[in-house]
T-cell receptor
Framework: DQQVKQNSPSLSVQEGRISILNCDYT??????FLWYKKYPAEGPTFLIS?????DKNEDGRFTVFLNKSAKHLSLHIVPSQPGDSAVYFC?????????????FGKGTKLSVKP | DAGVTQSPTHLIKTRGQQVTLRCSPK?????VSWYQQALGQGPQFIFQ???????QRGNFPDRFSGHQFPNYSSELNVNALLLGDSALYLC??????????????FGDGTRLSIL
């Protein structure tokens, strides 16, 4: 039973436009959510996170939105750049992040076309 | 400031053999977690070490074991290797002493292939 789901395996976006990546979760005990970016032959790189006490967190071109009632979060990238092309993983934790395990989705492959 | 480093980068073993993977955490971190990532899947949590003890374990058999050393580095051992153990093994580090709400930082992983 998947606790974190990324239902879109892939997404293609034109350079300069907005990329929206979605993630759904089932466990109401999750209190911290993260997005990681992964290039081939590299490990996941931390991108942005959000605590369950917030509904939005912004860092430059990246914004994460959390809708607790819908158990849904999304990552917005504006404007999208070709260098953003990578696999994006949504992850969740019931222990604040640093302790215990992160539960990952299967990832969404983003392609940003020039 | 060195990030999380893992060795080796690639490894080829045969069924039934044993393997040891190594990880050095990011400077200032004291907690190490290990994950297995199969092709087309997200990383799956194996276990976490803090103060040289296993603190939490995921749904992996006893063939998977680990160790943490006083300098916070860690090893992952897998015995009696199966074909299904072929995967990317990722190490992540964090600091338990700081605020709970902080990310784990990952190394580039060890690609393990079982023949």
């Amino acid at each position: 039973d998947q606790q974190v789901k990324q239902n879109s395996p892939s997404l293609s976006v034109q350079e300069g436009r907005i990329s929206i990546l979605n993630c759904d979760y089932t466990n109401s005990m999750f209190d911290y959510f993260l997005w990681y970016k992964k290039y081939p032959a590299e490990g996941p790189t931390f991108l942005i996170s959000i605590s369950s006490i917030k509904d939005k967190n912004e860092d430059g071109r990246f914004t994460v939105f959390l809708n607790k009632s819908a158990k849904h979060l999304s990552l917005h990238i504006v404007p999208s750049q070709p260098g953003d092309s990578a696999v994006y993983f949504c992850a969740a934790s019931a222990h604040g992040g640093s302790q215990g395990n992160l539960i990952f989705g299967k990832g969404t492959k983003l392609s940003v076309k020039p | 400031d060195a990030g999380v480093t893992q060795s080796p980068t690639h490894l080829i073993k045969t069924r039934g053999q044993q393997v040891t993977l190594r990880c050095s955490p990011k400077s200032g971190h004291d907690t190490v977690s290990w994950y297995q990532q199969a092709l087309g899947q997200g990383p799956q949590f194996i276990f976490q070490y803090y103060e040289e003890e296993e603190r939490q374990r995921g749904n992996f058999p006893d063939r998977f074991s680990g160790h943490q050393f006083p300098n916070y580095s860690s090893e992952l051992n897998v015995n009696a290797l199966l074909l299904g153990d072929s995967a990317l093994y990722l190490c992540a580090s964090s600091s338990r002493g700081r605020t709970l709400r902080q990310p784990q930082h990952f190394g580039d992983g060890t690609r393990l292939s079982i023949l």
